[in-house]
């Protein structure tokens, strides 16, 4: 699987973002779409992740009521709508796939580029 992460940038705190994660290279849809952030200094840690069949989602309590993982099949892409935005969610994210729906990067076998997101207070 090939993924193409796209969107990010600079925000005040407070406002909203949006990326965007375009798998390709798969015949089937039986896969999980993630996002990690890793801001400098720390470990990669799990944002949200959601099943391509059925849509089941899993966030991290951290943006719980903030983010919305969602898939937007007629672009075949995974959206994360990031809102209420505070600064220590300036990190650069990254999308993964993986066959279970965990927290755990190392259950993400394919990961894309990462996006930068400052967000500034």
């Known amino acids: 699987v090939q993924l193409q992460a796209s969107g990010g940038g600079l925000v005040q705190a407070g406002g909203s973002l949006g990326l965007s994660c375009a798998p390709s290279g798969r015949t089937d849809n039986r896969y999980i779409i993630g996002w990690f952030r890793q801001a400098p200094g720390k470990e990669r840690e799990f944002v949200a992740a959601?099943?391509?069949?059925?849509?089941?989602?899993r966030y991290a309590d951290s943006v719980k009521g903030r983010f919305t993982i969602s898939r937007v099949n007629a672009r075949n892409t995974v959206s994360l709508q990031m809102n209420s935005l505070k600064p220590e969610d300036t990190a650069i994210y990254y999308c993964?796939?993986?066959?279970?729906?965990?927290?755990?990067?190392?259950?993400?076998?394919?990961w894309g580029q990462g996006t930068q997101v400052t967000v500034s207070s």
């Open positions: 993964a796939s993986g066959e279970v729906l965990t927290m755990m990067p190392f259950d993400y076998d394919h």
């Open positions: 959601i099943a391509w069949i059925g849509g089941r989602t």
